[in-house]
């Protein structure tokens, strides 16, 4: 199918993207491109999309000096004026909704509506990063000692490290992004190298708004590159939060680098998320909640259901219900509307993919949906692999390992305090969900003694976050917290401060101290 018809190349000019792109900047300036080139190949259609130099390491000294120089005026610029530069970010992401929904859909790989979803998360945070810029409170508290105050405030941190994944590549940024520039920190942001262009189309977008308000250059910056550039970032002191998003396997790598150098790191990692479909469910949204977690972005989200825990009751008409939902499934093309599930991102992942897959089969399990990768026109990029069903167990060491793809495992429970141990007994601890409507078995899964993850929903399927809650999972997730509620406490340091108005000097705990 000719991209033409969907009007990429239109969206890729309207977005400033030429053929070859720098990868490197501080706000306007855009540096030389010296580094190896990447070239961002769409899973859609195999083509070349356009290319980004990677960021040398001199050009990071650049970079890094640039943003710490530019952190000691941003610092002083009043929260909600800040917040002010923020709002207008999200007006000029409204205009450029279309275009850069596109973009991402066409580079990564997900549906167009998801694309242009994920762009409307970034204005939503915009919005609620601009309220923030006006609540960035602390507490006061009663001082033991007579005329004392105490209060306590919260003071940006200085140049925060992003590293992000492919699967939502622009979303994520702006998470941390919006929150940390009105918080008054600068950002050094590292896209992942499978989706580099998006990076650059949104330094383009936020540069022009950036000029209008006479930003200083190093706000906010841009490198490109391959782990190496995200392990400078990891490893350097002068950057003192580095968020990452990605696998478990990046995230151990980064957390120990940053922790050996005492730093903060926010980390958002991978994800083994499972629903309950308890014996009280509505089948109706089970069964939508399932399908949409386990195919929708061909399994590539972060929150993505990968394990089904089924009352034994129920077991048989959830298999048959959900095996018919499956057939129907239109794979292909993810810009044309009348396709549920698109190409996954590269080769690797469908080698990935595949080989989980024999997996399963070594390892006892029953595949009752077939796999395989499809052929033939449209399929020309080799990305594109048919969502899997297969019965399977916690007890198998695939299903206890998060394979980037399409492959739904399903299990039977007969008591909710099975179901519950089910659903805990993964290393990872994301999202969770229970589909029941009743109020015994959800407020046990709710409970303390309930789900372990971050996320836990109730007739909900595990993925579909919205904005305004905190994001982020337990266990080898990695324990971070991004988005929404307090989330903005991390990119501020706390200082607490004690002010005497009175003529004398008393001692906190009574201490005497008298010549
Ligand atoms: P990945 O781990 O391969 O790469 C993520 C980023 O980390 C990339 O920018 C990469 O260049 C960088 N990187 C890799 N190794 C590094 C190292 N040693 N030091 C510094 N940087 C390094 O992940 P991916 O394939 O792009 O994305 C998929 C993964 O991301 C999945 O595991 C998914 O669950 C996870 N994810 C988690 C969340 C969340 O919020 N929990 C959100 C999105 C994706």
Redesign the pocket.
């Known amino acids: 199918m000719n991209n033409d018809q969907f009007g990429i190349k239109e969206a890729l000019s309207e977005l400033g993207l030429k053929e070859t792109n720098s990868g490197t900047s501080t706000g306007s300036n855009w540096l030389d491109s010296k580094g190896d080139i990447l070239e961002s190949l769409s899973p859609v259609d195999g083509n070349l999309i356009g290319k980004v130099s990677s960021t040398t390491p001199e050009q990071y000294e650049e970079v890094v000096k640039t943003a710490q120089e530019a952190f000691k005026s941003w610092r002083t610029v009043p929260a909600p004026k800040r917040g002010e530069v923020v709002r207008q970010i999200g007006e000029e992401l409204r205009k450029y909704k279309e275009p850069l929904g596109k973009l991402v859909s066409f580079e990564m790989g997900k549906s167009y509506q998801e694309g242009l979803g994920e762009v409307q998360e970034m204005i939503d945070i915009c919005d609620f990063a601009v309220g923030l810029s006006r609540q960035l409170h602390g507490l006061t508290m009663h001082s033991e000692r007579p005329n004392h105050r105490m209060y306590e405030q919260y003071h940006p941190l200085g140049v925060v490290g992003i590293?992000?994944?492919?699967?939502?590549p622009v979303a994520?940024w702006s998470w941390n992004t919006m929150l940390a520039w009105v918080c008054g920190d600068v950002c050094i942001w590292?896209?992942?190298?499978?989706t580099p262009l998006c990076g650059v189309a949104c330094q383009n977008i936020i540069n022009k708004v950036f000029a209008e308000n006479d930003v200083p250059e190093g706000v906010s910056c841009l490198v490109n590159g391959?782990?190496q550039i995200?392990?400078l970032?990891?490893n350097d002191t002068r950057v003192p939060l580095v968020s990452?998003?990605?696998?478990?396997?990046?995230g151990k790598?980064?957390g120990a680098?940053v922790g050996a150098r005492l730093g903060k790191s926010l980390l958002?990692?991978?994800?083994n998320n499972a629903i309950i479909i308890s014996k009280d469910a509505d089948l109706d949204v089970a069964i939508t909640g399932a399908l949409f977690g386990a195919v929708g972005t061909c399994g590539?989200?972060?929150t993505s259901t990968r394990r089904l825990i089924i009352h034994s009751s129920k077991y048989d008409e959830v298999k048959e219900k959900l095996t018919g939902a499956y057939k129907q499934l239109k794979i292909g093309n993810p810009l044309d509307v009348n396709n549920h599930v698109g190409p996954l991102i590269d080769k690797d992942a469908v080698n990935m993919y595949l080989s989980a897959l024999d997996q399963v089969k070594e390892q006892g399990g029953n595949i009752i949906v077939e796999g395989g990768v499809l052929e033939g026109e449209g399929y020309e990029s080799g990305c594109y692999v048919k969502p899997v069903i297969a019965e399977a167990s916690n007890e198998m060491q695939i299903v206890q390992h998060?394979t980037?793809a399409p492959i739904l495992y399903i299990m039977k429970y007969d008591t909710i305090d099975e179901a519950i141990e089910l659903q805990n007994g993964v290393a990872q601890g994301?999202s969770s969900a229970i589909m029941t409507t009743h109020m015994r078995e959800m407020e046990q899964f709710l409970s303390q003694a309930g789900s372990d993850c971050g996320i836990a929903n109730v007739n909900i399927g595990t993925s579909g976050a919205e904005i305004g809650g905190a994001?982020?999972?337990e266990k080898e997730?990695?324990g971070g917290r991004?988005s929404g509620s307090d989330a903005w406490k991390v990119y501020m340091r706390r200082q607490t401060n004690t002010i005497n108005y009175g003529t004398e000097l008393p001692l906190a705990q009574g201490i005497k101290f008298d010549l």
């Open positions: 590293i992000s994944a492919f699967n939502f994520v590292k896209p992942s190298e499978k391959d782990y995200g392990e970032i990891s990452a998003t990605g696998s478990t396997r990046m790598k980064v680098a958002e990692l991978g994800g590539q989200r972060c998060e980037f994301l994001f982020g999972g997730t990695g991004e």
